[in-house]
């Protein structure tokens, strides 16, 4: 049975793959439905990415069906739907044990570090990764984890009722918090270079503030008109751009908090005293996501109160992945979300 594997930097081939063995205890036998293409499935594609190794199975962003269970599995069972929390971490590591399994030191991304889902063959979990969406669509269950990376980010930038909350960069991640963002009592605002990404926010979003990327005078004072001059008290950056990862901070308002959920394999340099340190600014990162925010994700679009049909741009059927998949590294084809259907 086929699977696709990242064999080096741009070359993509279709390999065989086995089928998996039983489960053993605390695993589970899954099938692959759906893949989400994800900026770490493209950076690993152009070699851009820095924790991904080769040849490698990519797909961390999954839809599954559960077709087997192994001993001590009890909060799921054959036929479930589900969604993948990727992130396989050591539970007895001193950082999971403090309630951050996320960045456990030793975490193996599935997808990036260790072989992934694109693939036709049933293969294994553990199965505590595995969240359960009976309610929800393959497609749906997919979109969960790109999802959980938002939320997380959001988390990290404590967002108060009142404050103003700024997202810089509109694909999928930005997209991601912004769906949290406005569900709260924020005022949110949106930054981008690209205008048909502004107009997607402002059009399916509900989001108001919308500001086009232009030069860092004109940005500062775009929001200080928006904020009545009080600029934002918490900024998300999620353009994975040193220039914008070492500039957002003259966005930022007196004690803001600015999060880094994009990734650069850059040094980042930025002035200390005239900004950061005179405005008492706090940098934090955000890394992963939790194993509760997948639950409360599901439940949110069980719910209606985020609507994923608007993100799935594109479709891709398996076989076609070698010949199609890197027109989505171009960023004119103006895709917010593609799905490979397994």
Known sequence: MPAIEFTAPKTIQIIESADASAPQAGEALVRTHRMGICGTDLSGYLGKMPFFSYPRIPGHELGLEVLAVGEGVTHIKAGDKCSLEPYINDPLSRTSLKGNPNCCPGVQVLGVHTDGGLRTTSWIVPAR??????????DQLALVETLAIGLH???R?????????????????????????????????????????????????????????TDAEANVQALADLTGGNLADVIIDATGSVHSMSTCFQ???????????????????????PVFHRRELTLLASRNAHPAD????IDLIAEG?????LWITHRIAFMD??????????????????????
Do not use: W
């Not at 990764?129 to 393959?138: E, F």
């Not at 912004?178 to 205008?195: A, N, P, S």
């Not at 997948?294 to 994700?297: G, T, V």
């Open 129 to 138: 990764k595995l969240h359960v969406g009976n309610q929800l669509s393959y």
């Open 153 to 155: 980010a959001v988390d």
């Open 157 to 213: 930038g404590n967002p108060q009722p009142g404050e103003t909350v700024l997202v810089i960069g509109a694909g999928p991640i930005g997209l991601a918090c912004l769906e949290f963002l406005k569900l709260m009592d924020l005022k949110v605002i949106v930054m981008d270079m690209v205008q048909s990404r502004l107009d997607f926010c402002a059009k399916n979003l509900g989001i108001q503030g919308v500001l086009a990327t």
């Open 251 to 273: 966005f930022a308002a007196f004690t803001g908090r600015v999060v880094y959920v994009g990734i650069t394999t850059q040094e980042l340099s930025f002035p200390h005293a």
């Open 294 to 297: 997948f639950p409360k994700i």
């Open 305 to 309: 109160k985020i609507n994923t049909d």
């Open 321 to 342: 992945v070698p010949e199609k998949f890197p027109a989505f590294t171009d960023p004119s084809l103006g895709a917010i979300k593609a799905i490979i259907e397994v």
